[in-house]
């Protein structure tokens, strides 16, 4: 009875960007479509009537604001002095109202202007009964900047401190978005039912240069409107396989990281992560939190992905940027194909395996336009420019502000030769095979002693035969079942040694699955295999070939 054509995989990203930076309605209206072909990418409940989640990125429309302000009752000033929040408050009026109370009490804290609310025009009558009784009261709320500051970044930060404190004081009140340089319009919907919810996304008054969409499939985490992507600045297709360990060292080093802001916010915005939200939303939060300390948003996403740096042919300085990096933060890893913006740039990223595939355009009018496959938008072979497709580890970077794209090597080589990295290693870097051993003499026990001491803690036979000696003969942790054949450690008739109680917690949904007997890697040969997976013969040559379980199969030069 099984189809394998029936199969709904993995989550549904796409974006458009107006590489000169014009604003237009057809941006808008292009990102809607991709989404809304996306079906087949996106969870939904048993009846067919509620989404996982469904939203869109975009850059701050100052015609459309000015003439929606207006029609509020909202005085607002030249684009970039002021900041759009999006707010998913309770039904309830009055938590409502208090909440708005709060809100508005923070912002006159922190030196700016509150200017009023709007009530976003929404069709709740379209969704499916279980988003309806679970849907927010959706408003928007306007924020003056100060005087003296600067627009962008500088206006976003104290943005983003309001946020932070109101989120800590507020929990029961979920900010989509606050900036003067980017909005998300998203909830628990059906792909086609985004562009029909919010009336904005109707208005061809509203004029975006950039525009990132995503259909949810959700694997880890309960589907609801605050988990629907875009995330502040990320949509993300793909699990974090590591996230608690991630979540758990960006809690740790809270302590030992500083900057000129931090230092005088420290309180207000820490913690860093929120661990009520998905595993995306928690890298959303450390980007955004790096981003806010002064590092370029491109270099925050080159940090928590790198690509597999110690094995791969690369620059030396660019190698060096990694490991430096690698000595702070670990990697966020997984399967992951990661769309990000701040709303002047835009960018995209692969993960180091390429599990998660990103194909792109480019075309004549100086469009870009990138989805998870091909067949996103009817386009005329004619008015494409380059087509062509993310490649594993690849990031590559649209800056709306100079008008051109960035590709991988020249984005990487700017932020490697930046600064001395390798100098840094080289003068500071400690290696453990370095370190003198101390010149004591090793205690040495009995077998008798030894045979006490592995009973006391726990240890088998097969624990020190299998394990134990084969480390100490070779150096290395012996490769045995991925399976586990013995009895839980609180349920065990015996006494198992503690890290037994421990077990590995990760995400592993990726397609096609990672197993040895699927995959295949050869260097120095060329290998060609039959469509049945059958190997025919092998010549000489340079090549790895990947997925042979797959029919179509791609080759990739090592030199390369």
Same mark, same amino acid.
């Given at each position: 009875?099984?189809?394998?054509?029936?199969?709904?995989?993995?989550?549904?990203?796409?974006?458009?960007?107006?590489?000169?930076?014009?604003?237009?309605?057809?941006?808008?209206?292009?990102?809607?479509?991709?989404?809304?072909?996306?079906?087949?990418?996106?969870?939904?409940?048993?009846?067919?009537?509620?989404?996982?989640?469904?939203?869109?990125?975009?850059?701050?429309?100052?015609?459309?604001?000015?003439?929606?302000?207006?029609?509020?009752?909202?005085?607002?000033?030249?684009?970039?002095?002021?900041?759009?929040?999006?707010?998913?408050?309770?039904?309830?009026?009055?938590?409502?109202?208090?909440?708005?109370?709060?809100?508005?009490?923070?912002?006159?804290?922190?030196?700016?202007?509150?200017?009023?609310?709007?009530?976003?025009?929404?069709?709740?009558?379209?969704?499916?009964?279980?988003?309806?009784?679970?849907?927010?009261?959706?408003?928007?709320?306007?924020? *003056? !900047?100060?005087?003296? +500051?600067? &627009?962008?970044?500088?206006? =976003?930060?104290?943005?983003?401190?309001?946020?932070? @404190? /109101?989120?800590?004081?507020?929990?029961?009140?979920?900010?989509?978005?606050?900036?003067?340089?980017?909005?998300?319009?998203?909830?628990?919907?059906?792909?086609?039912?985004?562009?029909?919810?919010?009336?904005?996304?109707?208005?061809?008054?509203?004029?975006s240069a950039i525009a990132i969409v995503h259909s949810r499939f959700s694997t880890n985490t309960t589907p609801s409107w605050q988990r629907a992507h875009p995330n502040r600045l990320i949509a993300h297709?793909?699990?974090?396989?590591?996230?608690?360990?991630?979540?758990?060292?960006?809690?740790?080093?809270?302590?030992?990281?500083?900057?000129?802001?931090?230092?005088?916010?420290? *309180? !207000?915005?820490?913690? +860093?992560? &929120?661990?009520?939200?998905? =595993?995306?939303?928690?890298?959303?939060?450390?980007? @955004? /939190?790096?981003?806010?300390?002064?590092?370029?948003?491109?270099?925050?996403?080159?940090?928590?992905?790198?690509?597999?740096?110690?094995?791969?042919?690369?620059?030396?300085?660019?190698?060096?940027?990694?490991?430096?990096?690698?000595?702070?933060?670990?990697?966020?890893?997984?399967?992951?194909?990661?769309?990000?913006?701040?709303?002047?740039?835009?960018?995209?990223?692969?993960?180091?395996?390429?599990?998660?595939?990103?194909?792109?355009?480019?075309?004549?009018?100086?469009?870009?336009?990138?989805?998870?496959?091909v067949g996103v938008l009817d386009l005329d072979p004619s008015d494409i420019v380059i087509k062509s497709r993310l490649e594993p580890g690849k990031m590559l970077l649209i800056d709306t502000i100079e008008?051109?794209?960035?590709?991988?090597?020249?984005?990487?080589?700017?932020?490697?030769?930046?600064?001395?990295?390798?100098?840094?290693?080289?003068?500071?870097?400690?290696?453990?095979?370095?370190?003198?051993?101390?010149?004591?003499?090793?205690?040495?026990?009995?077998?008798?002693?030894?045979?006490?001491?592995?009973?006391?803690?726990?240890?088998?036979?097969?624990?020190?035969?299998?394990?134990?000696?084969?480390?100490?003969?070779?150096?290395?942790?012996?490769?045995?079942?991925?399976?586990?054949?013995?009895?839980?450690?609180?349920?065990?008739?015996?006494?198992?040694?503690?890290?037994?109680?421990?077990?590995?917690?990760?995400?592993?949904?990726?397609?096609?699955?990672?197993?040895?007997?699927?995959?295949?890697?050869?260097t120095d040969t060329t290998v060609y295999i039959g469509s049945s997976g059958n190997l025919l013969e092998e010549k000489a040559g340079n090549c790895t070939v990947l997925e042979v379980n797959n029919p179509?199969?791609?080759?990739?030069?090592?030199?390369?």
């Amino acid at each position: 009875m099984f189809d394998y054509m029936n199969e709904h995989d993995a989550c549904g990203i796409g974006a458009v960007v107006q590489i000169d930076g014009t604003p237009s309605f057809d941006v808008v209206d292009k990102a809607l479509h991709i989404v809304e072909k996306l079906e087949h990418r996106a969870g939904k409940d048993a009846t067919g009537q509620v989404g996982d989640g469904v939203g869109i990125l975009l850059a701050v429309s100052d015609d459309f604001f000015q003439k929606a302000a207006k029609e509020a009752g909202i005085s607002i000033q030249e684009k970039g002095t002021y900041g759009v929040g999006m707010f998913f408050f309770p039904e309830n009026e009055l938590e409502r109202n208090q909440a708005k109370k709060l809100f508005e009490t923070i912002t006159e804290k922190e030196g700016c202007s509150f200017l009023g609310w709007r009530k976003v025009p929404t069709s709740p009558s379209i969704l499916g009964k279980v988003a309806q009784d679970c849907m927010p009261s959706i408003w928007q709320g306007f924020v *003056q !900047k100060p005087k003296g +500051v600067k &627009n962008g970044i500088d206006f =976003d930060r104290i943005l983003y401190v309001i946020r932070r @404190e /109101f989120e800590k004081s507020c929990p029961d009140t979920y900010v989509a978005s606050l900036s003067s340089r980017t909005i998300v319009y998203k909830g628990m919907f059906l792909v086609d039912q985004l562009r029909k919810f919010y009336a904005d996304l109707q208005d061809t008054d509203y004029k975006s240069a950039i525009a990132i969409v995503h259909s949810r499939f959700s694997t880890n985490t309960t589907p609801s409107w605050q988990r629907a992507h875009p995330n502040r600045l990320i949509a993300h297709n793909g699990e974090i396989n590591t996230i608690r360990g991630n979540a758990n060292r960006m809690l740790a080093r809270e302590e030992s990281m500083s900057s000129d802001f931090i230092e005088d916010e420290y *309180q !207000k915005i820490l913690p +860093v992560i &929120n661990n009520a939200g998905s =595993d995306s939303a928690m890298l959303d939060n450390s980007l @955004e /939190f790096l981003m806010m300390n002064g590092m370029d948003l491109a270099k925050a996403v080159m940090i928590t992905i790198p690509e597999p740096w110690k094995h791969v042919p690369m620059d030396q300085s660019r190698q060096d940027f990694y490991h430096y990096y690698a000595t702070m933060m670990e990697p966020w890893d997984g399967p992951a194909a990661i769309l990000f913006s701040d709303g002047e740039k835009c960018g995209a990223v692969l993960d180091r395996n390429g599990l998660r595939p990103s194909r792109y355009y480019i075309t004549k009018d100086g469009q870009f336009i990138l989805s998870s496959e091909v067949g996103v938008l009817d386009l005329d072979p004619s008015d494409i420019v380059i087509k062509s497709r993310l490649e594993p580890g690849k990031m590559l970077l649209i800056d709306t502000i100079e008008g051109r794209l960035i590709p991988d090597e020249e984005l990487k080589e700017n932020f490697a030769k930046s600064k001395p990295y390798g100098e840094w290693l080289s003068l500071k870097l400690l290696d453990l095979k370095n370190l003198p051993a101390p010149d004591k003499k090793v205690r040495m026990h009995s077998q008798e002693d030894r045979d006490r001491l592995y009973r006391v803690f726990g240890y088998t036979f097969e624990d020190v035969n299998d394990q134990l000696l084969a480390m100490a003969k070779t150096g290395k942790e012996p490769t045995a079942s991925m399976g586990t054949d013995i009895p839980l450690a609180a349920l065990s008739k015996l006494h198992p040694s503690l890290f037994h109680y421990f077990k590995q917690l990760f995400a592993q949904v990726t397609n096609p699955p990672i197993d040895s007997l699927r995959e295949k890697v050869v260097t120095d040969t060329t290998v060609y295999i039959g469509s049945s997976g059958n190997l025919l013969e092998e010549k000489a040559g340079n090549c790895t070939v990947l997925e042979v379980n797959n029919p179509i199969l791609e080759a990739r030069d090592l030199d390369k």
